[in-house]
């Protein structure tokens, strides 16, 4: 089972942020945080990285429908989708698989609950594949 589910857009990588936040934006997501990963470690170890960046992207009514099925699945919250440029100048787009991520919990709801957010996240990277 793989952990995540990706595709490739030719775009510069603000162009590509943009389309990101927009197709998941369309499935009910927003972004509640970004990590610029070239900066920090550029700033925390002096170390130059492609650019790498992590989006923290949450769908409220689906957090809380999972939080009230289980109250440590916040752990796992908020779902990442990392937007990088690869050595062809093409940009990744990659968004963790719920339920990979939750398989180690037995909970039968939660694991329906991970779909619909699979369905999205998968959705909103075939929404990409396809622009």
Known sequence: MTYYHS???DAP???ALEKVRKALGDQGFGIINEIDMAKTLKEKIGADF???RILGACNPQLAYEALQLEDKVGTML???VIVQQLPSGS???AAIDPVASMAAIENDALKEAAQRV???LQTAIDTLRDS
Request: charge should be negative; glycine fraction near 0%; proline fraction near 11%.
């Open 13 to 15: 990588l603000d162009e």
């Open 118 to 120: 699979r369905d999205k």
């Open 7 to 9: 595709t490739t857009i």
């Open 78 to 80: 908020p779902c990442n």
């Open 91 to 93: 940009i990744e787009v």
């Open 50 to 52: 492609r650019p790498y």
